[in-house]
């Protein structure tokens, strides 16, 4: 039963560990919604949602990010997961918040990041990320 709970967040660490689109792709809902610690609006949408998560795989490129905890729910349908990497010589704390749909699939996905100066250099990668995948 506790292997059943952690399942998504299993699916996301493998995710994370080979950095597959199609791993990706595959994990999103068509109706999940991306909030980014930078853009006023959420992201809609399956597409907005792989990109802003793909443009904060490059961001985050050669960082050393990893994960230093995690909070699961009883049901396993939400996750609480702190990261840490450094770019730039920038110190970058953040969080990812994920929830899962009934299906698996990841229905909404939320970054928080500190500190400020932090915040600031992964809009700028993230940004440049974007701007190349558009080209």
């Known amino acids: 039963m506790e292997s059943q709970?952690?399942?998504?967040?299993d699916i996301w660490y493998d995710y994370m560990k080979a950095q597959s689109d199609d791993g990706l792709l595959d994990q999103l809902?068509?109706?999940a919604?991306?909030?980014?610690?930078?853009?006023?609006?959420?992201?809609?949408?399956k597409a907005m949602t792989f990109a802003y998560l793909n443009a904060a795989e490059g961001?985050?490129?050669n960082s050393g990010f990893q994960y230093s905890d995690e909070i699961l729910?009883?049901?396993?349908r939400k996750a609480m997961l702190e990261?840490?990497?450094e770019i730039d010589g920038i110190h970058i704390n953040g969080i990812d918040i994920i929830h899962w749909n009934e299906a698996g699939k990841i229905?909404?996905?939320k970054v928080l990041i500190r500190p400020m100066k932090a915040m600031n250099k992964i809009w700028e990668?993230?940004?440049a990320m974007l701007e190349k995948d558009k080209g």
Do not use: I, Y
Not at 5 to 9: C, E, P, S, W
Not at 73 to 76: E, F, H, K, P, W
């Open 83 to 85: 990261f840490t990497c």
């Open 59 to 61: 961001a985050f490129a």
């Open 5 to 9: 709970k952690r399942a998504n967040l």
């Open 107 to 109: 229905e909404k996905f």
């Open 33 to 45: 919604v991306f909030h980014s610690p930078v853009v006023h609006s959420p992201q809609h949408g």
């Open 29 to 31: 809902a068509d109706d």
């Open 73 to 76: 729910s009883a049901d396993g």
């Open 125 to 127: 990668k993230m940004a």
